[in-house]
């Protein structure tokens, strides 16, 4: 398994003059930086974490005299030079979010780059189309992009390789005022090899698979309830219609072909009779029930008539026997002297019932009588022929109306007619309309059913939709459970070999802290930036406090050089290991303590590099060294003016 590492392999400082101010090759495996106090020794670590890409801009004046730093590394067997400006705005405030500037190659071709090599230039922050220099220095250390709200930049991780001076003790971070506790604990997840960017992306993916599921779970609820016969939501119940259908248009469409083309000859029957004919039809008939009806107004018309003479006879009758009866009664007082017709004198008659001209006896009430009951009789007459002559207008009344709307009838038959009449269809053209009107019946039902296809096929997909963020929900909880249990074993392994590493380092302290020499326990809380052993609340005099921490960040690095899946790049930069009043001695055993312990592994497989102004005479002598001893009157920078 390839270990991730870093290198750095040479640093070179320009002054504003364009002069160098330090150059020196550093080389694999443990470096020291050695010097007097005021030398110029942690400018050195300043200008490697700078260059690096650490956000820093508090430079001594010296440094600030200073315009630009190189750097040659190698990630990963990868080596290349990083060029860092040091810009400063109006008030001389130095930037710290510069851009950082890479060759792909050593330092020295860099000075002279070929025609096929050139620098490029990566900015602090990463935009939607350009890298920033953090996504580089990632990409060639293997280390995983943050995703989410955690902007975990390099210098993010510069933080937990540099031991600064400037820090707090109790701060195992290099601090910094704006710091989350979500950010250091992510940080030590990357470099520790617990982060895993798949575990992220697949944690982010079960909540949305999640929340897709249920959302299907609805939708399909809800469309099998619109649907009540199951068969309007299966596809090929649908499509096995929409089939039939289309056969029979096939067959439509064929057999008005063959009507087209004479093929084929057209059975005529009652039902298949031209519509013309059928309404000339109607009309002769409806021409028949008008003519009856006006043949019997007719009749009517006459019998009313009629009627109206008989009755106006009898009533003339009536009158008449009137008249008749008048008469006879003027007449019966009228004296007679003489016969009429011969003139004679005319005998008296003695009997007064006796007719004075015949003599012979009268009944003087038949006459009246007589006329009575013919007066009645007509008068009878008379009543009954006035009600038939009532029910004959009745009857007219009836037949008028009904003539009307007969002849109503007839009109809207003859314009029927008479349309037809321009426009009359053969046989067969009226037969291939029949046939396209039920094509297009057929084609009316199809086109319902693909409505009815497209909702089924959305139901079937979301089934299928349903079914596949159910395996992968399955798949998605299956790999976070086992990754998890992964990670926390291999948490585990860590922390339990950096508990190791960190007893060691107090265990073999000189004996200035009994809590140190007797440590059984040493933990490191990431999240809340402390190292401690048995209590976070115990209290240790500044250079136990200093100890303490340097203890902790090397026991990470010792770690690393043990456990191959850890992130962490192999290299640890340190600035005076002397620092808050740590005496000499046990500063110098420290030193020792850390060289004896990296001396176990193979010095090409990581890097420290520390500065100290107590070294003792046999490193001092040794191969380890970088540069000369510093001084005030040989500072690390030169040329500065």
């Given amino acids: 398994m390839m270990r991730n590492n870093l290198f750095l392999n040479r640093l070179r400082i320009y002054t504003e003059n364009g002069e160098i101010a330090y150059d020196e090759k550093f080389h694999k495996g443990v470096n020291i930086i050695r010097g007097d106090n005021s030398s110029g020794k942690s400018t050195i670590t300043h200008f490697i974490f700078f260059v690096l890409g650490g956000a820093f801009n508090d430079f001594v004046p010296e440094a600030r005299l200073c315009s630009q730093a190189i750097a040659e590394v190698e990630m990963n067997g990868a080596t290349f030079t990083i060029k860092r400006d040091i810009i400063k705005d109006e008030k001389s405030n130095i930037s710290t979010q510069s851009p950082l500037y890479f060759f792909w190659g050593n330092m020295d071709e860099s000075f002279n780059p070929p025609v096929d ?46 031991i600064d001076q400037e820090s707090p003790t109790s701060s195992l971070f290099l601090y910094e005022h704006f710091d989350s506790q979500l950010t250091r604990e992510t940080v030590s997840d990357l470099l520790l090899g ?27 609820k809800a469309t099998s309830h619109f649907f009540s016969d199951p068969l309007a939501l299966n596809p090929i119940h649908i499509n096995e219609a929409i089939e039939n259908r289309e056969i029979a248009i096939s067959e439509i469409q064929q057999e008005i072909v063959s009507i087209r083309n004479k093929d084929k000859e057209v059975n005529y029957e009652k039902d298949s009779e031209l519509s013309f004919q059928k309404l000339n039809q109607d009309a002769i008939l409806q021409r028949k029930i008008v003519a009856d009806i006006e043949n019997q107004i007719t009749y009517l018309n006459n019998e009313i008539e009629d009627s109206a003479f008989f009755i106006e006879t009898l009533d003339k009758k009536i009158i008449a026997l009137k008249n008749s009866i008048h008469t ?41 009588v007589q006329a009575r009951r013919m007066e009645l009789e007509i008068g009878f007459q008379i009543n009954e022929s006035k009600k038939i002559l009532e029910i004959n207008k009745r009857n007219l009344l009836e037949l008028e109306s009904k ?18 009449l321009e426009d009359v269809k053969s046989f067969n053209e009226e037969a291939i309309d029949n046939l396209n009107n039920k094509k297009g019946f057929i084609e009316g039902e199809i086109l319902q059913f693909r409505t009815m ?33 992964a990670q926390t074993l291999l948490k585990q392994t860590i922390n339990e070999k950096i508990k190791e590493e960190g007893i060691y380092l107090l265990n073999n302290d000189l004996e200035r802290q009994d809590e140190f020499k007797n440590a059984n326990d040493f933990f490191i809380d990431y999240s809340n930036n402390i190292a401690f052993l048995t209590s976070k609340f115990s209290k240790y005099s500044a250079s136990s406090n200093f100890y303490l921490k ?8 010792l770690a690393s050089l043990h456990i191959d899946e850890m992130r962490y790049p192999r290299f640890i930069f340190a600035d005076n290991m002397e620092d808050k009043g740590i005496e000499m001695i046990r500063a110098q055993n420290l030193q020792d303590l850390l060289i004896k312990r990296v001396n176990d592994f193979d010095g090409d497989n990581y890097q420290m590099i520390y500065t100290t102004s107590y070294i003792t ?25």
């Fill in 453 to 485: 296809l497209e909702n089924a096929e959305l139901y079937d997909r979301l089934l299928q939709k349903k079914n596949q963020l159910g395996k992968e929900v399955s798949y998605l909880k299956s790999y976070i459970f086992k990754t998890e249990k």
């Fill in 328 to 368: 006879r009664e003027f007449l019966g007082n009228l004296p007679l002297e003489y016969c009429p017709e011969c003139l004679s004198k005319i005998k008296t008659n003695t009997e007064s019932s006796n007719c004075k001209l015949c003599k012979e006896p009268i009944d003087e009430s038949f006459g009246v």
């Fill in 117 to 162: 090599k050139s620098w490029q230039k990566f900015g602090y922050k990463t935009t939607e189309n350009r890298k920033s220099f953090s996504n580089i220095m990632f990409d060639n250390l293997d280390l995983p992009i943050v995703k989410g709200d955690n902007n975990i930049t390099f210098h993010q991780i510069l933080r937990l390789l540099y």
């Fill in 617 to 641: 005479e046999e490193l001092n002598k040794s191969i380890l060294v970088v540069g000369d001893y510093y001084t005030k009157e040989n500072p690390s920078l030169k040329n500065i003016k």
């Fill in 194 to 220: 617990v982060y895993n960017e798949e575990l992220y992306e697949n944690k982010k993916r079960l909540i949305s698979a999640e929340k897709e599921f249920e959302s299907i779970k609805s939708e399909i």
């Fill in 550 to 557: 340097v203890a902790a960040r090397f026991s990470i690095f």
């Fill in 403 to 420: 003539h009307s709307s007969e002849i109503g009838k007839l009109h809207d038959i003859q314009k029927q007619v008479n349309s037809a």
